[in-house]
Each structure stands twice: as C-alpha cells, then as structure tokens.
C-alpha cells in the first residue's frame, strides 16, 4: 500500500485538484500545470488527517520544527540516502513556496545586477525577477539542438555586461534535463570569476527518473550557491506551502534572521507536516512514483511516434513534464488548437515568449488519459 500509486478518477481529480481540473470545461483533459492526477503517500495522509483531528490550524512555529517533528532533519535524512549528501544542521530556512524562496534570496541574498534566466523557463521566473526589480537577461536554448544544455558563453557575456545572479532550475523544468556534476562545475567556475551567486530551484530534485541520470545538489557543488526546494512537486502538495531555502553560508542566515517577520511568513503548519511525512516517510511511495512516471514516459514516446511521428522530444531525464516540439506541424501555438479539441497542454510560448510550435505536457495521469490526450492532440494537429 506505502508503495502504491492510486490515480484518482475523473470526480475525484476534478474535487482534488480544483486548478488543474477546474480549469478545463467538463470532458477537456488538462494536462498542463504541474499537479499529479494520483493520491498523496499514505503517510502524508494520515499525518494530515491525524493533524486535522488534533485541531492543527494554528499558525506555524518559528524555526523548522513543527508539531510531528523536525522538517530540517526529516530532509537532511531525505539528502543523505537519496543523493549521498550530507547537509550541515541550520541550513535551511522555512519558506512559503518555492518561488517566495527565491524572491527572498534575490531580494536579500544575491549581489545587485541583472539576473541571467535560462529559457525557456518555468514562467513565475520571468516574473518574481521584474518583481524583485531586477532587469533579466535571458539565454535561450536552441530549440535545434540534439541535447538540452547551458550555453555559458552567452552566459559569460550576460556577466561581463553587468549579471551577477543565475537562477538555475536543477533539474530543468521544461528542459527535462538532469545537469552532471561536470555541468554544475563549470557553472560554479563561471560564477566564481564573477563573484556572481547560482540561485538553484531544486524542486524536481526527487522526480529523476531510472535511466542513469543522477541529481547532484548544487550546493555539494558550490558552497556559495542557494538552493531553494520542496516535496510540493514531488509528493503532490503544493496548495500546503511550505519550503526551503538552503544556505551554507553565516551571513545569509544572519541576513534572514534579521529581516522583519512579514518579509518571510506565507507557510502553513500542515505544509511542515507534509513535508516531515514525505522527507522522512513516503520513500517507498516515492520510488513507486519515479516507476510510473518511467512507464508513462515510455508510453508517451509510443504515442508520439505513432500518432505525431513529426515531434520532436528530447529525453526525459526528470520530471513528468514533458517539452514536446511540434514546429513540423506548422501551426505556431498547438495549444490553443488543442483546447478546441479537448485536451489542454500548456503552450510553449509561456515558457518563452515568441517561441512557436511547442508545448509542454504533463504525464503524471493515468496510462488511458495520457493516450487520449496524444489522440486528441494529434486530432488538433493533423485534421
Ligand atoms: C521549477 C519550478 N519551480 C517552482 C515551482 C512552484 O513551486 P511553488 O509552488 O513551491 O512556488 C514549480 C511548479 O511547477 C516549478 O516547476
């Protein structure tokens, strides 16, 4: 059961995930934000039910420590028997959601400077960096290229112009990609000569998939990083808020510790308690997903080559969001197509804008949904 995998029905999804489902007219398929059509890990269940019982509503303590136990150490354990990596105790700072963690390391944390932002992007990227005031320099992906990776040149020449911050999704939503360690390397090489900080959104750090890929935290890389994660991604909870900012570093916790109450207060006492029971608990829940996600990625290639042999998806290293390019089909936003004929993706023009032709799928719903979202798409496209 602890290792089991529950897809929720199509009554049950839509009363579950009321963003996901509830925005799609009854008989559309969405599979476009980033929630999982499956149940919670048991243990994420009961902590919440039991929590709920005791009448845990309150507003959450200070410091990591919640009423079913220590988040802080519920990840480190998480850490070490996942990636071997052993993070030091007074670490992380509790936070409202992964990108409040990142507002607050650019607004506290990181040097003046534009903010160098790989594209295309998860989209509250190009958001929370105008919103901390910062300018953006984007380095675009060729949308050609056989493999997804950083082009550091034109990240080299975003520093020599003035950039002192790289935020970095790690693993890379939507690129799919899972960075090597050589990769992180020379990332902390190029920023090193800069004095520039690599802000790292690790949330999909928990969803590599089987296949060889492994994750390497970036600051086991890179001391003077941050990282910013939470089990919201992977273990399905992300209307609980609750996350965490990693620092090594003293003075970024002085700097947090000094800042006034309200510049860091948007999470709940539940999201801690999920976050103890997934971090700690739900390994077996966990890994039961990773196989799924593995079958499902399997299974959409299938589709794709039988129903839309033209696109174009590199491998899915991580994640259940698949980046699938379409520009074959000559039609410049196949989302929107794809909504008239009942299935909702996401377009690839929000992850960048003035990029044509793509969209990014999410494959996290059941083997039967995912080959009619393809069918239905592939009608979109061919008709
Ligand atoms: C890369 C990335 N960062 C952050 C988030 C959102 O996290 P949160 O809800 O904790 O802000 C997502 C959600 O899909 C994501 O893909």
Redesign the pocket.
């Known amino acids: 059961m602890a290792g089991q995998i529950r897809d929720y029905t199509d009554s049950e999804a839509r009363a579950a995930l009321p963003c996901k489902w509830g925005a799609v007219p009854e008989g559309t398929l969405p599979a476009w ?2 929630e999982m059509d499956y149940a919670p890990a048991s243990a994420i269940t009961a902590a919440l039910n039991g929590a709920v019982g005791r009448g845990v509503l309150g507003y959450p303590p200070f410091g990591g420590h919640g009423p079913d136990g220590d988040l802080e150490a519920a990840f480190r354990g998480f850490a070490e028997r996942h990636w071997g990596w052993s993070l030091p105790a007074g670490a992380t700072t509790v936070v ?7 507002r607050l390391a650019l607004d506290h944390l990181c040097p003046p400077g534009p903010v160098v932002i790989p594209l295309p ?2 989209p ?2 190009r958001e929370v960096v105008e919103l901390a005031g910062r300018e953006a320099r984007y380095v675009a992906l060729d949308p050609d290229a056989e493999r997804a990776e950083l082009d550091l040149d034109a990240v080299r020449t975003a520093f020599d112009e003035g950039a002192r911050t790289l935020l970095l ?1 790690s693993p ?3 690129w799919g990609r899972v960075f090597t360690r050589a990769e992180l390397e020379a990332v902390r090489d190029l920023a090193a000569q800069y004095d520039a900080r690599v802000v790292a ?1 690790e ?2 750090a928990p969803l590599v998939l089987p296949g060889g890929a492994k994750f390497t935290p970036y600051l086991d890389v890179d001391p003077t990083g941050l990282s ?1 994660l ?1 089990h ?2 992977s273990f399905n909870t ?1 209307g609980l ?3 965490q900012l990693i620092s090594l570093r003293d003075d970024d916790r002085e700097a947090i510790a000094a800042l006034p109450h309200s510049a860091n207060h948007g999470w709940s006492v539940l999201g801690m308690i999920a976050g103890v029971a997934a971090w700690r608990d739900s390994d077996l829940w966990l890994l039961a997903l990773r196989q799924r996600l593995d079958v499902l990625r399997e299974d959409l290639s299938e589709h794709l080559a039988e129903r839309l042999p033209q696109a174009r998806m590199r491998p899915l290293e991580a ?1 259940y ?1 698949a980046w699938i390019d379409l520009r074959a089909y000559g039609v410049s936003d196949p989302a929107t197509l794809g909504r008239k004929h009942g299935v909702r993706v996401a377009p690839g023009h929000d992850y960048q804008p003035g990029l044509d032709g793509h969209v990014r799928l999410n494959i996290a719903t059941s083997a039967d949904r995912l080959e009619e979202i393809v069918t239905r798409l592939a009608k979109a496209l061919t008709a």
């Open positions: 934000v980033a409202g959601d992964v990108v409040d963690g990142i992007c998860y509250p990227f999704c890379h939503n939507p959104d949330i999909h910013v939470s919201s991604k992300p808020k609750c996350a994640t969001l």
